[in-house]
């Protein structure tokens, strides 16, 4: 005999009543004079579902059940909690189901997000439904054009090239979280680092102010640990490194500026101390002074390598304590400021362009990764 029979409890009626109890008063909704009227405002917000198959999955439910549990309890201590939803509904996911049910994504889209609407609705989570987003709606995503536009035209939005961690099957981008053991974590295909032009934010001009507002946030040590290391601001200097018998000729045409890039290897380093002990140079292998650099008698060895290196995600290239330190030898040498000397240039995956700019001065003296490469090569 089932629970049900024997209680004559049935949680479909039961949770349905109360539901349509709940929407009828308006439990869950706030107006916008509420809104602003608040006391104790409490803005309880979790990351918008991607309408990118049929319906929610277990891992969904999952992470909206706690969030919506943290909402009811400050609730509970007295707090105008507002909770709204959405649906992310842009993006090469819902592109690839729609290319695979064979459905143009204006059309499957809307269909995506009815379902997920009943289904939202049928677990009883407290959303303000009278707060929804679509970010395939003009009259938002107008908005965000909007801010990219602002952000564009203070200096603040650049577009340039950096390698990526890339799928191949989903033909997308991943964040690092994304990537789980070297594969994507929707698909399972292995990742590689691409080089792709994008556009970015210069967060970097506001590091310290983000820095500094660390300290009065009630976090844990571990997040805002890793909040610095995303930030990444760093004191130190940028040192220039002469590239020593450049081979491509002059472009007399060119502006000075952009000719000295050309003829040199740019350092950022927190220690400009330990200069004159720098006795070799490492450059990512998407630097782009490395075809320059590179002679004829290394190029087969130097492209070998870059395409190994192209076949590996960015967080296995990261974890330079876990893995053995390869490298290639580019045939290039540049010049020690400091001591006029030529220093060799090698290419390394442990060295990658998102950081600094790219390259480093080894001063084996002073770094033991620098000592372990050099003892090694």
């Known amino acids: 005999m089932t629970t049900e029979a024997r209680t004559g409890y049935q949680p479909a009626r039961i949770e349905e009543k109360w539901q349509a109890y709940w929407a009828e008063r308006g439990t869950n909704s706030l107006t916008d004079e509420r809104l602003r009227a608040a006391e104790r405002p409490f803005y309880n917000l979790m990351m918008f579902p991607y309408p990118s198959a049929e319906g929610l999955h277990v891992g969904n439910m999952y992470a909206f059940t706690g969030a919506d549990i943290y909402g009811r309890w400050k609730r509970l201590l007295g707090e105008d909690v507002f909770e709204p939803i959405g649906f992310d509904a842009f993006g090469i996911h819902s592109e690839n189901f729609a290319l695979k049910q064979g459905t143009h994504p204006m059309e499957l889209i809307p269909s995506n997000i009815r379902n997920f609407t009943r289904q939202l609705k049928r677990i009883g989570a407290m959303y303000d439904w009278n707060h929804t987003v679509d970010t395939t709606a003009p009259e938002y995503y107008r908005w965000t054009q909007w801010i990219f536009l602002q952000l564009y035209d203070m200096g603040l939005a650049e577009k340039k090239e950096a390698p990526v961690n890339w799928c191949p099957s989903c033909k997308t981008v991943l964040a690092n979280e994304q990537v789980i053991a070297g594969a994507c974590e929707r698909c399972g295909t292995p990742v590689e680092t691409r080089t792709l032009s994008q556009w970015f934010f210069r967060i970097t001009e506001y590091a310290q102010r983000l820095l500094d507002n660390l300290s009065w946030i009630d976090?844990?040590?571990?997040?805002?640990?890793?909040?610095?290391?995303?930030?990444?601001?760093?004191?130190?200097?940028?040192?220039?490194?002469?590239?020593?018998?450049?081979?491509?000729?002059?472009?007399?045409?060119?502006p000075a500026e952009l000719q000295a890039d050309r003829n040199r290897i740019s350092v950022f380093t927190t220690r400009p101390d330990t200069i004159f002990g720098a006795t070799f140079m490492v450059l990512a292998p998407e630097h782009p002074m490395v075809d320059r650099l590179t002679s004829d008698a290394q190029r087969a060895e130097v492209e070998a390598y870059r395409k190994h290196a192209g076949s590996l995600d960015l967080v296995t290239r990261r974890k330079t304590d876990e893995k053995d330190k390869t490298g290639v030898f580019t045939g290039g040498y540049c010049i020690n400021p400091a001591t006029g000397k030529e220093i060799p240039v090698w290419i390394a995956d442990y060295v990658l362009m998102e950081y600094g700019t790219g390259a480093i001065m080894a001063v084996p003296g002073h770094d033991e990764r620098d000592f372990e490469f050099a003892k090694k090569f």
Do not use: C, M, Y
């Not at 290391?229 to 007399?252: C, M, Q, Y």
């Open 219 to 254: 976090w844990s040590e571990t997040t805002k640990k890793a909040q610095e290391n995303w930030i990444g601001r760093s004191e130190g200097a940028l040192v220039h490194f002469p590239i020593a018998r450049a081979k491509v000729a002059e472009d007399r045409h060119a």
